[in-house]
Nanobody, 120 residues
């Protein structure tokens, strides 16, 4: 009954920007952590960034300084702002939400993924 919806994926040029949005709806008590993962074929799913309801955040080294995660005050959406995109950022990006303050691995609820392609 919990729905995780992602939007904002698409094609960007190297050096460009995209903004991914994630919203959570349905029958849940609280969402206390949300995060964005990405995965390319043959690789493990990588946590890109995560944020807790208290504002604690994590950003992977591979995207630090370029990506940032934020949430709205209702704590049911999370936005991944991606700047200075690189071709290696190309992946399927997945939003996940967690009932606990699981900054390391929010994984209770998952979206279906949105494709991000960075190419010149």
């Amino acid at each position: 009954q919990v729905q995780v919806m992602e939007s904002g994926g698409g094609l960007a040029q190297p050096g460009g920007s995209l903004r991914l949005s994630c919203s959570v709806s349905g029958n849940y008590f609280a969402i206390n952590a949300m995060g964005w993962y990405r995965q390319v074929p043959g690789n493990e799913r990588e946590l890109v960034a995560a944020v807790t309801s208290g504002g604690r955040s994590y950003t992977a080294d591979s995207v630090k300084g370029r990506f940032s995660i934020s949430r709205d005050n209702a704590k049911n959406t999370a936005t991944l702002q991606m700047n200075n995109l690189k071709p290696e950022d190309t992946a399927v990006y997945y939003c996940a939400a967690d009932e606990m303050y699981d900054l390391q691995q929010p994984d209770d609820y998952w979206g279906q993924g949105t494709q991000v392609t960075v190419s010149s």
